[in-house]
């Protein structure tokens, strides 16, 4: 007998879910070189992120602590990579 089981979201945490988030909008990259995140500085695409996170938050997640999040993780984000040398 075939036996199915329901599929684990890719996303475990609500951080991560934000992490999803602003980097879908634009608003965070990662380091190729070292794969720290760092913020794009691009108020634009900020906004685009704490609308997706309004407009569709995760399960179970009301849209303003959604948005509150997106917020959190955006301003632990520094705009460039610790290891990367400055050039």
């Known amino acids: 007998m075939l036996m199915t089981r329901e599929r684990r979201p890719a996303i475990r945490t609500l951080r991560g879910w934000a992490i999803h988030v602003l980097r879908e909008a634009g608003a965070i990259r990662e380091c190729e070189e070292h794969g720290w995140m760092q913020d794009r500085a691009d108020p634009h695409a900020r906004e685009r992120a704490l609308d997706i996170a309004r407009e569709d938050p995760p399960a179970g997640v009301t849209p ?14 520094g705009d460039t990579c610790p290891e990367c040398s400055p050039d």
Do not use: F, G, K, M
């Open 64 to 77: 303003d602590a959604a948005a509150a999040e997106v917020r959190d993780v955006l301003n632990s984000i």
